[in-house]
């Protein structure tokens, strides 16, 4: 984690010597970033790339530093079937398994500007709203069985990413980035039936999203 650190300091240091004609601009900015979550934890291995989607809001500090707020929400899911014998009894299952996270994050971007481009490098830390769901439908010995489970937790994670930005007018710009987010374990758990159930799962993962943006 120390190099991605060192990596942009020295974008914001390098962009110094760059030269830059960049559009006149508003310091504050508003970001709709629709895109993919892609699980890449061992704990969700089974799951299927998702939907992201994000809404930011920014402020340029000067050429080369920006803070940005952002709310979002991505989902992931998972299937499962089974069938064999046990003990003489057959047995058939279908499992069906989704995450949906809220997230509430914070960013710091160090950039470069070029003409009518932004390349930049961020960071930042987040706060994940989570919920999962696991609904089991089967047959035991010829009889149907079903069960469900929904619980939520909170957990917190931190991300680095790189992106760009281009500015078609001095209020309207367009773009993409890509993050890669850590997060705590999400312990999520329950009762089914009167059996104790918990699961606990990280959500490292690969955010990439394209960028809409408007300066003011």
Same mark, same amino acid.
Not at 3 to 6: E, H, Q, S, Y
Not at 177 to 183: D, P, Q, S
């Given at each position: 984690m120390k190099?991605?650190?060192?990596f942009i300091l020295t974008l914001a240091i390098l962009a110094c010597a760059f030269p830059s004609h960049v559009l006149a601009q508003g310091a504050n900015y508003v970001t709709f970033k629709p895109g993919i979550y892609s699980?890449?934890?061992s704990d969700l291995e089974d799951f299927d790339t998702g939907f992201n989607g994000e809404l930011a809001?920014?402020?340029?500090?000067?050429?080369?530093?920006a803070v940005e707020m952002g709310v979002g929400y991505f989902k992931s899911e998972a299937d499962y079937s089974a069938a064999g014998q046990v003990s003489g009894i057959n047995y058939s299952f279908h499992e069906e398994d989704t995450i949906d996270a809220i997230p509430? @994050?914070?960013s710091f *971007?160090?950039?470069i500007p070029y003409d009518r481009w932004e390349f930049f490098g961020m960071g930042g830390i987040g706060v994940y709203f989570t919920d999962g769901e696991a609904e089991v439908n089967g047959t035991v010995d010829?009889?149907?069985?079903?069960a469900s489970l929904s619980e939520s937790d909170t957990v917190f994670g931190f991300h680095f990413g790189v992106g760009f930005h281009y500015n078609i007018t001095p209020t309207w710009f367009v773009g993409a980035?890509?993050?890669?987010?850590? @997060?705590n374990d999400? *312990?999520?758990?329950?009762n089914v039936r009167g059996v104790p159930i918990e699961t606990n799962f990280k959500m490292d993962g690969i955010i990439a999203t394209a960028v809409l943006g408007f300066n003011f």
């Open positions: 190099g991605f650190g060192v699980p890449q934890s809001f920014g402020h340029r500090y000067n050429r080369n530093f509430v @994050t914070l *971007k160090g950039i010829g009889r149907r069985v079903s980035e890509g993050k890669y987010l850590w @997060t999400a *312990k999520l758990s329950g």
